[in-house]
């Protein structure tokens, strides 16, 4: 699920209502009409979720769309010293998280 372009989309669809409630749904709502489990979703593509306007954390979003399916979100960010970040400390956007729920696993590449 390319996220920015899907959500892009309905964005246009819907006259732009940046509403998180309304974006909120309508992850849910896309996740289960692809999901198939016990095989996960692939979200690519995050960064509208973290548009200011919207008012969401996209974390715990995923946290509560991953209780009706597994995901794997593809997170431009970091994961250093127990800390969750997305962008980095000098983007507008920057947000960190401290504590992560069990249920998540920091997948990466070692340089």
Known sequence: ????????????????KFEGDIVQEW???SVKSIA??????????I????????????LKLFQ??????PLVVCWPGSYDKG????AVPYHH????????DPSI???GLDK
């Open 1 to 16: 699920l390319d996220i920015n372009s899907a959500l892009s989309d309905f964005l246009i669809e819907t006259n732009n």
């Open 27 to 29: 992850l849910m709502d």
């Open 36 to 45: 198939s489990m016990p095989n996960p979703v692939l979200c690519s593509g």
């Open 47 to 58: 960064d509208l979720l973290f548009e200011p306007r919207l008012k969401l954390d996209p």
């Open 64 to 69: 509560k769309v991953s209780q009706y399916t």
């Open 83 to 86: 800390k969750l970040a997305y």
């Open 93 to 100: 956007h920057y947000r960190e998280w401290s504590t992560l």
């Open 105 to 107: 696993f920091i997948l």
